[in-house]
């Protein structure tokens, strides 16, 4: 039996991207179709080897001849939008289409893979659940390896089992339902079903999926739902999220706004952000739903994005001793799935944390471990420049390169792909606040404070720095007396100066006790570490004589 379909022509090719572009349903940007034209058009020409970032940027973009790729991610941004777009067009538009086009990751050059007749009927399964058939099999298959067709038919691929990133937990959306039974109750509904899933899908650590039939038949590990009533002032939504096997309900809240149908869209997207964070975003209802979950019987793919649980949890209360596990996990993660930018990013967080948090304390590996979590952070980038834990991650790893100015502009670009995401707008607004831009980043520390159940520990230290700068002692040590980490060494360090600011010298003396006995290499060095965490003189001076006040030697 002989395999069709294989050595797509030039000619082939061409129809195929004029399918795409010609078709409604391809939902790409005007600069995403210029992107995908040029990029066949050069690999057809034989000129492949052209298709970089500069030579893209710079003829399809109209960037200048000084574009620089890490400073300026246009061209990475593009390609992930692309990407998407293709594969949504195939997965609807284009599933019966005879050749499909892809950019594969890591580059730009894009591949051509005819489609097997017989495969046709893989269209009917949900979105997100076909494969494409890889190059190397195609190959195959031309070669007259007929086993392998009978065994893919059959729905088993053993050459799939080593996935470069795990099953991550899928939501099922379904449509929310119109209680009021009238015509503008019914837009609202549609609108809001449509809005939540685009703010969901910001969530890189959640696979979200659109439909009406039970979430186990999607392959979803929850369902959310929703309920929404409408009267000529006030709109109601009830949303909840189930757990689709036994089909308990997990959380349910209600939403409430003034009703005002010149406001309708403006209305829709915030109460579609506010459901997104509640349930996407780390320690937000479905973090909080698989840290209790027991390991499913197969634990390959649910041990590694543990390993991202497992992270959320040390961040909690910033227990150093486990830091070390957390680590080990994350490494063992990346090795395994290698195309898991969250893993990558996370690991680099976590090493970060080594250094800042002093665990242990050597200065010559300090600074190799910085220099590689920023390789990692980047390398998570790389696989998923629009993944804000990856950026999150840049970020950090800049301020301790001492290039506070770019991690903020990384940081930034993160929270516009993510407003939702209160776990970065915390940290990018604790990093402003570092910065010395106390008024705009305190507020934002606040706001996550208030949107996100954790880490507690981390946002109340921060907010107890931020009073403490506003002048405001007693506010501060309200602050970092209700803060639980206390096997935290900052944390000690941030309640001496705040303590004896305050005036409660008993309580400085006794943070100052527990640095000497427990934190030595930090009261060693206090002078150098203040000065890596504080960008400006001015800040890391005042904090340093509080230390002083307290009783610690500062040095000179």
Request: overall charge neutral.
């Amino acid at each position: 039996m002989a395999a069709e379909g294989c050595d797509p022509t030039p000619d082939a090719i061409r129809d195929a991207l004029a399918r795409i572009l010609g078709s409604a349903k391809f939902d790409a940007t005007p600069r995403s179709r210029r992107f995908l034209g040029y990029v066949v058009d050069e690999t057809l020409a034989g000129r492949a080897d052209r298709i970089k970032a500069f030579v893209i940027a710079t003829d399809v973009f109209g960037r200048g001849a000084d574009f620089d790729a890490h400073a300026d991610p246009i061209v990475r941004l593009e390609a992930v939008r692309l990407r998407r777009a293709l594969e949504q067009y195939y997965e609807r538009a284009g599933a019966e289409d005879p050749i499909v086009i892809s950019i594969p990751k890591g580059g730009y050059v894009p591949a051509f893979e005819p489609r097997r007749p017989d495969l046709a009927a893989q269209s009917a399964a949900p979105p997100g659940s076909r494969r494409w058939w890889p190059a190397t099999l195609v190959v195959g298959l031309c070669a007259g390896v007929v086993m392998a067709v009978a065994l893919s038919a059959s729905g088993w691929a053993p050459w799939r089992s080593a996935t470069s990133v795990p099953a991550v937990p899928r939501l099922l959306v379904r449509p929310f339902e119109d209680l009021s039974r009238t015509d503008a109750a019914s837009a609202v509904a549609n609108g809001l079903t449509q809005e939540v899933l685009n703010q969901l899908t910001k969530f890189k650590d959640i696979v979200t999926v659109q439909g009406e039939r039970d979430g186990a038949d999607h392959g979803s590990r929850y369902v959310l739902m929703g309920a929404v009533s409408v009267t000529e002032d006030k709109l109601r939504l009830q949303a909840r999220v189930l757990d689709a096997q036994d089909v308990s309900v997990l959380w349910a809240r209600t939403y409430e706004a003034p009703y005002d149908p010149a406001r309708g869209l403006a209305i829709e997207a915030d109460l579609a952000r506010r459901v997104a964070t509640a349930v996407g975003q780390p320690y937000g209802v479905i973090y909080e739903a698989d840290s209790g979950r027991h390991r499913p019987p197969l634990t390959g793919d649910w041990d590694a994005y543990a390993c991202t649980l497992s992270y959320y949890a040390y961040r909690a209360n910033l227990d150093q001793t486990r830091l070390p596990a957390v680590l080990a996990c994350l490494e063992n993660a990346v090795k395994r799935f290698p195309d898991y930018a969250t893993a990558w990013g996370l690991l680099s967080q976590a090493r970060i944390d080594q250094v800042r948090f002093l665990y242990p304390f050597d200065r010559e590996k300090s600074t190799a471990a910085i220099e590689q979590a920023l390789s990692e952070a980047r390398q998570a980038v790389e696989l998923d420049p629009l993944n804000v834990r990856g950026l999150q991650a840049e970020m950090f790893a800049l301020f301790f390169v001492k290039q506070p100015a770019a991690g903020l502009a990384v940081g930034k670009r993160a929270l516009e792909i993510n407003p939702n995401d209160t776990e970065l707008m915390g940290e990018y607004g604790y990093r402003l606040a570092l910065s010395g831009n106390w008024k705009e980043g305190c507020p934002m520390v606040v706001e996550a404070r208030e949107r996100n159940p954790g880490p507690f520990a981390y946002f109340e230290s921060a907010l107890a720095l931020c009073a403490y700068f506003k002048g405001d002692y007693g506010e501060a040590a309200t602050w970092i007396t209700r803060t639980t980490a206390p096997k935290n060494a900052i944390y000690h360090a941030i309640a001496a100066a705040i303590f004896i600011e305050a005036g409660q010298t008993a309580d400085a003396a006794r943070e100052v006790a527990w640095l000497k006995r427990d934190a030595p290499s930090l009261v060693q060095n206090v002078r150098r570490e203040t000065s890596e965490r504080f960008t400006r003189a001015e800040d890391a001076a005042r904090f340093l004589d509080s230390l002083q006040k307290a009783g610690l030697d500062i040095g000179s």
